[in-house]
Nanobody, 123 residues
Framework: QVQLIESGGGLVQAGGSLRLSCAAS????????MGWFRQAPGKEREFVAA????????YYADSVKGRFTISRDNAVNTVYLQMNSLKPEDTAVYYC????????????????WGQGTPVTVSA
C-alpha cells in the first residue's frame, strides 16, 4: 500500500511563491508517474502537472505552464511542485497522486492519493 503525505500549502499574496512536497511511502516511486491535481471550492478536481519515473518528461496544464515546476527526488520518494507568480485563481486544495503506468492527466487513472494541502492566494 502506498501512502502520500503532502505539505507546504498555506496563505500567500498574489505574485508570491510556494513549494509543495509530497512524500511517498510503502513502495519505491521509481516506476511511478507522480502528479499534482487541485480542487477549488465548487469545482471539479483538475490536473496541474505530472512527471514520469525518471524525471525526464513533465507535463503541465496550460493554466500553470511557465509558472509552476514539477520535480522529483527518487532517492527520498518525493515529488515537488514549485509555484511562482501565484494568482488568486490558483486557490485550491492541492493533491498528490501516483500511478504505475504512462503519464495521464485524468484523475481516475491515478491509483493512490494524498489527503491534500490547501493553498490560498490573496489578491
Amino acid at each position: 500500500q502506498v501512502q502520500l503525505i503532502e505539505s507546504g500549502g498555506g496563505l500567500v499574496q498574489a505574485g508570491g511563491s510556494l513549494r509543495l512536497s509530497c512524500a511517498a511511502s510503502g513502495r519505491t516511486m521509481r516506476n511511478y508517474v507522480m502528479g499534482w491535481f487541485r480542487q477549488a471550492p465548487g469545482k471539479e478536481r483538475e490536473f496541474v502537472a505530472a512527471i514520469i519515473g525518471n524525471g525526464v518528461h513533465t507535463y503541465y496544464a496550460d493554466s500553470v505552464k511557465g509558472r509552476f515546476t514539477i520535480s522529483r527526488d527518487n532517492a527520498v520518494n518525493t515529488v515537488y511542485l514549485q509555484m511562482n507568480s501565484l494568482k488568486p485563481e490558483d486557490t485550491a486544495v492541492y493533491y498528490c497522486a501516483v500511478r504505475q503506468s504512462i503519464l495521464s492527466i485524468r484523475a481516475p487513472n491515478y491509483d493512490y492519493w494524498g489527503q491534500g494541502t490547501p493553498v490560498t492566494v490573496s489578491a
